[in-house]
Every structure is written in C-alpha cells, then in structure tokens.
C-alpha cells in the first residue's frame, strides 16, 4: 500500500530524485559496487574503478571522434577515498581538450553509501584517447 503521508512523501521523492553530485561534466554511468568487484581487504578493488572510468571516458570518445578510439595516458589518477561494497558510484565525464587526433577527457567519479543521502568525491583522472581508422593508425577528429 501507498505511503499517503505527505511529509513522508515528500522526504521519499527527495531521496530517491538521486540529483547530481556536481556541477560539471556528463552524468556518464552510474553503478553498484558489488561483492565480485572487491580487493582482498574487502574494498572495492581500484581495477574495477578505473575500468569503469575507461568506460565512461571511452564512451564521450567515442561521440566526439564518432569512430572508433583508444586509450593512450591515463593521467594524475588520485584515489581519496575507498569505496565500499554497496555504494552508489557514479561517473562524470568532461571533455577538456581535442587535438588532432587525440582527445582529452576528465572523470570524476563519486560514491554514496545506500542508506546516506549525501556522497562524496573519491577518484579522478584524466584519459587520453586517440581517433583510430580501421586499420589502428591515428586518425583526424571531424570538425562537426
Ligand atoms: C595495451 C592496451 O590494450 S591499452 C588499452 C587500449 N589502448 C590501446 O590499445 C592503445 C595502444 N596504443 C597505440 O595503438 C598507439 O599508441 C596509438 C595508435 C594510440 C597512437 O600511436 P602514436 O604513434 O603514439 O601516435 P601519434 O604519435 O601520432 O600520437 C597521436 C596523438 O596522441 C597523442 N599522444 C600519444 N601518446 C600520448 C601520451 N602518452 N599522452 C598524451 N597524448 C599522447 C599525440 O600527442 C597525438 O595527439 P594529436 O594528434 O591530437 O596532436
């Protein structure tokens, strides 16, 4: 049976709008962090993290150059704080730079446990992926 009480209600429907944590950059994937994807510690593993990251830059890559790309650098990877099996993470990705065949693309990416409304930052790099043609090589990023 519904919930009609209004305030309570109302409180629901502001947990579960799952707003956005910052201001900039696409709102690129947002994810569980399950028992499979931990480190022997019982936190979750940062290869797990960075693939999603590589996800998420690869997928902005991949509008912006429209064909296929690959990561080259990976650069000023910070973890500041672990994640825990359970949270929220979410990933933001912003473009910073488009050369002639490479392009730059900051990930943010932050975790919130379940049962807090509140989550925080705590990872961020950024990701440089080149343009390929079919055969591997470089190649041009179109203009439009
Ligand atoms: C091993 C893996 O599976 S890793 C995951 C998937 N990634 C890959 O497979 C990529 C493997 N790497 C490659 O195939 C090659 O390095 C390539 C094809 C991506 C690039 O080859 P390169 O000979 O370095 O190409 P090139 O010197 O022309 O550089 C291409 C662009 O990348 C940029 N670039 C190359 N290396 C780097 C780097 N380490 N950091 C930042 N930018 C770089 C260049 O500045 C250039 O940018 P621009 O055209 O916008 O000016």
Same mark, same amino acid.
């Given at each position: 049976?519904?919930?009609?009480?209004?305030?309570?209600?109302?409180?629901?429907?502001?947990?579960?709008?799952?707003?956005?944590?910052?201001?900039?950059?696409?709102?690129?994937?947002?994810?569980?962090?399950?028992?499979?994807?931990?480190?022997?510690?019982?936190?979750?593993?940062?290869?797990?993290?960075?693939?999603?990251?590589?996800?998420?830059?690869?997928?902005?890559?991949?509008?912006?150059?429209?064909?296929? @790309?690959?990561? /080259?650098? +990976?650069?000023?990877?910070?973890?500041?704080?672990?994640? &825990?099996? !359970?949270?929220? #993470? =979410?990933?933001?990705?912003?473009?910073?730079?488009?050369?002639?065949? @490479?392009?730059? /693309?900051? +990930?943010?990416?932050?975790?919130?446990?379940?049962?807090? &409304?509140? !989550?925080?930052? #705590? =990872?961020?790099?950024?990701?440089?992926?080149?343009?390929?043609?079919?055969?591997?090589?470089?190649?041009?990023?179109?203009?439009?």
């Amino acid at each position: 049976m519904l919930n009609t009480e209004t305030g309570k209600l109302a409180l629901a429907q502001q947990f579960s709008a799952h707003g956005r944590q910052q201001e900039d950059g696409v709102l690129a994937i947002r994810a569980i962090a399950m028992p499979a994807d931990t480190n022997p510690a019982g936190d979750i593993f940062g290869g797990w993290l960075m693939s999603q990251m590589d996800l998420a830059a690869g997928n902005m890559a991949g509008r912006v150059s429209q064909g296929r @790309s690959a990561t /080259v650098a +990976v650069e000023a990877m910070q973890f500041l704080h672990p994640v &825990k099996v !359970g949270d929220e #993470v =979410t990933l933001y990705a912003s473009l910073k730079m488009v050369g002639r065949t @490479s392009m730059r /693309v900051h +990930v943010d990416v932050w975790a919130r446990n379940r049962f807090a &409304k509140e !989550g925080q930052k #705590v =990872t961020n790099a950024d990701f440089v992926f080149v343009a390929l043609d079919e055969d591997g090589n470089p190649r041009e990023i179109p203009a439009t």
